[in-house]
């Protein structure tokens, strides 16, 4: 399904741009600067005028302003006016950018290509998700085996006109009778669970509503799962503020007959999730409250008023289940393992006895799954993924190795399943999918994905630059081959740096769009993440959150010293947590960047607790302004409170999306209002709310390539 990717020379001569095609296979179209003036940033007119409040807050003797609070109340008609005044400023400012309808035409046109998921097998079915290139959502196929004739099973393109119904996720039964998955409207957390015959491809009556971050747990017979919600509050709506329930839903019953299973009475921020073992006798019970440890209990589903056991309640590391092999559960576990262990649980009349089957190593265990009689351990070795195969008493009986700097996800599916799968990705390989035969340990390959670009014009390394404290810390560029280290090459930033989230070597095509162009993308690695373990998580974390800040300064100053870039050249990017880094990096270093692009970011870090019992968990990575110490740390970085009258800020583009219920967008409204105020040079400070959208998740095709186009021609302006 490729289209001719050259542009017309008229689009392109009404642009003041030219484009010239490099030696690829097929056209790969370049930006040139034509007219340097054509490309120059706009100065705004003005911007809508934000009315303050004198609201003042006491943290531990500290008066604090907000004078921005009135646009905490996002449902309020005066709210909605002044996002309506907003985007009325920024929407016909990104149109007019001189280069935003040709990157619009190239996202479209490298987008346009066949994706495929990687495939599971369950019960003999072979399952997987494929957009044929523009579709807005994934369609769901199955098949009978791995060589059947694959037949669409849901296609949630045909749920909505403008493709923002999402499935958010899928959760096959046993048997892969039964499909229970869950839509997601306009992007919003909350999901609605629907069940779908597989046989004849028709939803049951079933559904259920309070969800947000639910998992499905099935009974081995299919007759029914377990789920956990919200509770309703007096007016019949699901309050997310409070914490989950586990209930059992029957197939073929009314949500009002489900029955709430298991609820934690005394641990107001104890949320508990189920999985089911030992043939439906055992429901497992995983605690979460926060991102840095757990807990795990059983309790008995054969006896009415069991007691709950404790599996694992010291809370001392994170124990997640990997899987069940006769007697013995499987757990992979960071208890006295930074990096990652995996552990075995058996219980002999009532006693627990726990061992390690897989010890941990210097490079990071990411995740395990079990398959047949094997475990298959994916590793990080210095942020390149590399897979292990061992047997069920440790011994390694495979490995996976991969030569190019790249990433691997897969080896899902059935316990009993004879075949698995996984797929290679990298910042230039969109994608290669293997068939790993479970008994004899062969890969086949199975799926090229093809998208009709000469990735051999192209170049990955991965760099070690030194932060502020002396740590060293990974970053990887890339750019065309032959790039000159000039110092003149506009660079784009990205980074994360939270949540133990790792910030692995994958394809996007909005990047590849920005790097065709002659740009240079880098990618930091920086403490918080997951990269090197949980001690690297922990270091960028609460009272030690300003390393992270450090590493991306510290990656910027390096980009510079290297000769890749300068900072009249150099934007800086992130999402969400990312957008608190990006937010907290422009008000340090306003001098550093020209042009920043914080998405739904967490930007106002002395409220961030207060929207939801899940924003509230994020406490163990932020802290609490309710703890003197915390709130110093946490004051000392807000990017809404460290922003200074009169200075010049970088070109912000501050987007968020209106139905985001996780990052609340009034963190975005709040920091834009101040950011305008105290913006002290001509340099644009926009923000874009996107109607119809939430956190990112289940945004459809054609929002993505809109929102990307406005990003790229913003960078190309600003960096001109």
Known sequence: MK?????????????????????????????V????????????????????????????????????????????????????SQNTLARPYLANLPSRELYKERLT???????????????????????????????????????????VLIDPNTLSDDGTVSMASTELSPKASYLAYMLSDGGTDWKTIHVRNTSSKTDLTDTIEGIKFSNIAWLPDESGFFYSRYPQNEAGKYDDSQTVSIYFHAIGTEQSADEKVFAFENKPTWNPYPSVVQDGETLLISVFEGYQANGV????????????V?????????????????DALFFKSTAGAPTGKVIKVKYDDGVKATSTVIESTADTLSSVSLLGEKLFA??????????????????????????????VSGFYGGKNADTTFYKLTGFTNPGQVYAYNVESGESSLFKTINTGINYDDYETKQVFYTSKDGTKVPMFIVHKKGLKLDGNNKTLLYGYGGFNISLLPRYSVSRMVWVEQGNVLAIANLRGGGEYGQQWHKAGTKLNKQNVFDDFIAAGEYLVESGYTNPDKMGIQGGSNGGLLVGATLTQRPDLFSAALPAVGVLDMLRYHTPSANARAWSSDYGLSENKDEFNALYAYSPLHNTKPGTCYPATLVTTGDHDDRVVPWHSYKFAAQLQADQGCDNPVLLRVETRAGHGAGTPTWMRIEGYADQWAFLESALN
């Open 109 to 151: 046109a490298l987008w346009d290509y066949e994706k495929y998921s990687t495939p599971y097998m369950v019960n003999g079915k072979l399952f997987y998700s494929y957009n044929d290139g523009l579709q807005n959502q994934y369609v769901l196929y199955m098949a009978d085996g791995v060589n059947g004739e694959p037949e």
């Open 33 to 84: 600067e034509n007219e340097t003036q054509s490309l120059a940033m706009p100065k705004v007119p003005g911007y809508p005028a934000t009315k303050t409040v004198a609201q003042q807050d006491n943290y531990h003797g500290t008066m604090v302003s907000d004078p921005y609070r009135w646009l905490e109340d996002e449902k309020s008609e005066e709210v909605k006016a002044w996002v309506d």
């Open 297 to 308: 209990y059983a309790k008995s589903l054969e006896e009415e008023n069991s007691e709950l």
């Open 378 to 407: 994916q590793y990080l070795k210095d942020v390149k993924g590399q897979v292990s195969v061992f047997d069920l008493s440790g011994k390694k009986v495979d490995e996976i190795a991969f030569s190019d700097i790249g990433s």
């Open 310 to 326: 404790p599996v694992f309640d010291k809370w001392d590391g994170r124990y997640d289940l990997i899987g069940e092999h006769k």
């Open 3 to 31: 289209k001719n990717l050259i542009y017309a020379a008229v689009v392109a001569a009404s642009a003041g741009l030219t484009f010239a095609c490099t030696s690829s296979n097929t056209a790969d179209t370049s930006l």
